[in-house]
């Protein structure tokens, strides 16, 4: 499999939502097993998300040691080293940029906020239910628990390197491509289901103004705008933002999150925003907030006419040190004013 065909494959896995295939997945972590040298677990049991599954494994007493070094570290380390000999440094570094390096950055941001988010809900099901935080490196620590997990599906970056490669992480494959994440024990491996929706913007971050962003079948869920975090809360009062309730916000971040959902055109009409300066790429206005830095956008209408024959206007923001509109549009095409010029407008 070429490196654009492995890589395809892959980000597909890594954003793919519905119901797990469990006998497939199942097939694939006694593979994993086999392939360590390890017997099968005694049991396969199945969690909705990643916060039940380690729930779940806070009472199995009988599960046994981790054994995700021997599964997915070392066999993993063993193919890496096994590739970069048979590449050679450089052909390591351009078969890494071409499969997963491309997927790396966007699966590692959203494991690592699969995690902060499951630890928080855990420990306040832990404080709720005794009264007390529960003690850091205790049996039944959270964070050590999700050390212990493999990322399946959100492993994919690896798994796009190596595919193709040799056998050794046929089994790790089979349970990304088929589940979500997994935990190897001794005695029992316990799956999760995979997420029921991901929504990401053109960037690819965790993006939704009317729901969860990330959200699995139990109801475990992630809320973002902009790859921000915010909380379903903030998200349901969206809909009824005013000019007001923006400048009553004292998150910085948050209310930033305000002024794009609610559009910079409505708050400056409705803020007494300052007309700074006009030239022929546009109008560049200012809002001083308390707080927080100035608000300044351009004003600019596209040329290009929509189909109706009407021109369409955009608010640009810019940054608070803007003090022309050409600089403040060419600063979006990351260039100097004096070097803005283009030859048609679009």
Same mark, same amino acid.
């Given at each position: 499999?070429?490196?654009?065909?492995?890589?395809?494959?892959? $980000?597909?896995?890594?954003?793919?939502?519905?119901?797990?295939?469990?006998?497939?997945?199942?097939?694939? %972590?006694?593979?994993? #097993?086999?392939?360590?040298?390890?017997?099968?677990?005694?049991?396969? @049991?199945?969690?909705?998300?990643? @916060? !039940?599954?380690? !729930?779940?494994?806070?009472?199995?007493?009988?599960?046994?040691?981790? %054994?995700?070094?021997?599964?997915?570290?070392?066999?993993?380390?063993? &193919?890496?080293?096994?590739?970069?000999?048979? *590449?050679?440094?450089?052909?390591?570094?351009?078969?890494?940029?071409?499969?997963?390096?491309?997927?790396? =950055?966007?699966?590692?941001? /959203?494991? =690592?906020?699969?995690?902060?988010?499951?630890?928080?809900?855990?420990?306040? +099901? #832990?404080?709720k239910a005794h009264g007390r935080a529960e003690t850091d490196g205790?049996p039944g620590d959270v964070r050590l628990v999700l050390l212990d !997990?493999?990322?399946g599906q959100h492993d994919a970056a690896w798994l796009a390197a190596?595919?193709?490669?040799? &056998?050794? *992480?046929?089994?790790?494959?089979?349970?990304?491509?088929?589940?979500?994440?997994?935990?190897?024990?001794?005695?029992?491996?316990?799956?999760?289901?995979?997420?029921?929706? @991901?929504?990401? =913007?053109?960037?690819?971050?965790?993006? $939704?103004?009317?729901?969860?962003?990330?959200?699995?079948?139990?109801?475990?869920? /992630?809320?973002?705008?902009?790859?921000?975090?915010?909380? !379903?809360?903030?998200?349901?009062?969206?809909?009824?933002?005013?000019?007001?309730?923006?400048?009553?916000?004292?998150?910085?971040?948050?209310?930033?999150?305000? /002024? &794009?959902?609610?559009?910079?055109?409505? #708050? *400056?009409?409705?803020?007494?925003?300052?007309?700074?300066?006009?030239?022929? +790429?546009?109008?560049?206005?200012?809002?001083?907030?308390?707080?927080?830095?100035?608000?300044?956008?351009?004003?600019?209408?596209?040329?290009?006419?929509?189909?109706?024959?009407?021109? $369409?206007?955009?608010?640009? $923001?810019?940054?608070?040190?803007?003090?022309?509109?050409?600089?403040?549009?060419?600063?979006?095409?990351?260039?100097?004013?004096?070097?803005?010029?283009?030859?048609?407008?679009?």
């Amino acid at each position: 499999m070429n490196s654009t065909t492995a890589r395809d494959k892959w $980000r597909a896995v890594a954003a793919a939502t519905g119901p797990a295939d469990r006998a497939a997945a199942e097939a694939g %972590v006694r593979l994993a #097993y086999r392939t360590a040298g390890l017997g099968e677990p005694e049991r396969v @049991l199945w969690a909705a998300s990643p @916060l !039940a599954a380690v !729930a779940l494994l806070d009472g199995l007493a009988d599960r046994g040691r981790p %054994v995700r070094e021997e599964v997915r570290t070392r066999p993993w380390a063993e &193919e890496r080293r096994r590739l970069h000999d048979a *590449l050679g440094p450089a052909g390591w570094a351009a078969h890494w940029q071409s499969t997963g390096a491309v997927l790396w =950055d966007l699966n590692r941001a /959203l494991a =690592d906020r699969i995690r902060a988010a499951v630890t928080e809900a855990h420990e306040k +099901t #832990y404080e709720k239910a005794h009264g007390r935080a529960e003690t850091d490196g205790g049996p039944g620590d959270v964070r050590l628990v999700l050390l212990d !997990a493999v990322l399946g599906q959100h492993d994919a970056a690896w798994l796009a390197a190596f595919d193709g490669h040799g &056998e050794r *992480l046929a089994g790790l494959a089979a349970v990304a491509a088929h589940a979500g994440w997994w935990w190897p024990y001794e005695n029992v491996a316990v799956v999760c289901e995979r997420p029921v929706e @991901l929504h990401r =913007d053109e960037a690819g971050r965790l993006d $939704r103004g009317d729901g969860p962003a990330l959200a699995y079948p139990d109801g475990f869920a /992630l809320h973002a705008w902009r790859g921000m975090t915010v909380s !379903a809360a903030f998200l349901a009062g969206l809909a009824d933002l005013t000019p007001e309730r923006i400048r009553a916000e004292e998150n910085a971040e948050l209310r930033r999150v305000m /002024l &794009e959902h609610h559009g910079y055109d409505r #708050y *400056l009409a409705a803020s007494g925003a300052r007309h700074e300066h006009r030239d022929e +790429t546009g109008v560049l206005w200012r809002i001083e907030l308390a707080d927080d830095e100035d608000v300044v956008t351009v004003e600019v209408v596209n040329s290009t006419p929509e189909p109706d024959g009407t021109h $369409r206007t955009y608010w640009l $923001r810019v940054p608070p040190t803007t003090r022309t509109a050409r600089e403040g549009v060419a600063w979006t095409f990351g260039l100097r004013p004096e070097a803005y010029g283009p030859l048609v407008q679009t």
